[in-house]
Nanobody, 126 residues
Framework: QAQLVESGGGLVQTGGSLRLSCAAS????????MGWFRQAPGKEREFVAG????????YYADSVKGRFTISRDNAKDTVYLQMNSLKPEDTAIYYC???????????????????WGQGTQVTVSS
């Protein structure tokens, strides 16, 4: 059974950094676009970052541009999200998702993704 498993979340102070990982198991997602979403309490799930199958194209929400970096290692079937200069408003559960295609038309739409991880909690204290 195909699975995506996130890790690397935790508690960090404002201005700190975390690196999230998303490892695939059960099948390879190296030919799929990949994305990171997040959901804060009482809010809808929102797009954070996306990367095309090759890693050549990346996309970011305006709120994280310049602070977060998405990357992937297809040899390890793993996607990463490096998060720097963290703010309290970054507090959320972060989800990894596999896109339906190698390159997506609408990166921010959850409907473009068909596999989701269970999420990892990121808490930024002020």
């Amino acid at each position: 059974q195909a699975q995506l498993v996130e890790s690397g979340g935790g508690l960090v102070q404002t201005g700190g950094s975390l690196r999230l990982s998303c490892a695939a198991s059960g099948r390879s997602f190296s030919s799929n676009a990949m994305g990171w979403f997040r959901q804060a309490p009482g809010k809808e799930r929102e797009f954070v970052a996306g990367v095309s199958w090759s890693g050549s194209n990346t996309y970011y929400a305006d709120s994280v541009k310049g602070r977060f970096t998405i990357s992937r290692d297809n040899a390890k079937d793993t996607v990463y999200l490096q998060m720097n200069s963290l703010k309290p408003e970054d507090t959320a559960i972060y989800y990894c998702a596999a896109g339906r295609r190698p390159f997506l038309r609408d990166w921010v739409s959850p409907y473009e993704y068909d596999y989701w991880g269970q999420g990892t909690q990121v808490t930024v204290s002020s």
